[in-house]
């Protein structure tokens, strides 16, 4: 016995709203805020993986991809729950 869609889409959902917060926060910021809090006036990708050409590139598209994809499912479950 499988899990039904409401739950297939709910879990699929979560995944992608974490991996949005993911991905905002690793972004080099122009400013302070979670890209300051690093302490060395870094965004979180460069502390975490060190400077990388192209990385806030890549993090922009998938930022942009994990946000359609969520906005997406939560129209197709507000679609099939009401």
């Known amino acids: 016995m499988g899990f039904p869609l409401n739950s297939v889409l709910l879990i ?3 995944l992608a709203g974490a991996a949005v917060v993911i ?3 690793l ?3 122009r ?5 300051g809090f690093t302490g060395q006036g870094q965004g979180g990708a460069e502390f975490f993986f060190g400077q990388q050409k192209g990385l806030d590139e890549a ?5 942009g991809v994990a946000a359609v ?3 997406a499912l ?4 507000a679609r099939l729950w009401t």
């Open 23 to 25: 991905t905002i926060l």
């Open 27 to 29: 972004q080099s910021g």
């Open 59 to 63: 993090l922009g598209r998938v930022t």
């Open 74 to 77: 939560t129209y197709i479950m």
């Open 69 to 71: 994809v969520f906005v």
């Open 12 to 14: 699929f959902q979560i």
């Open 31 to 35: 400013g302070a805020g979670f890209s």
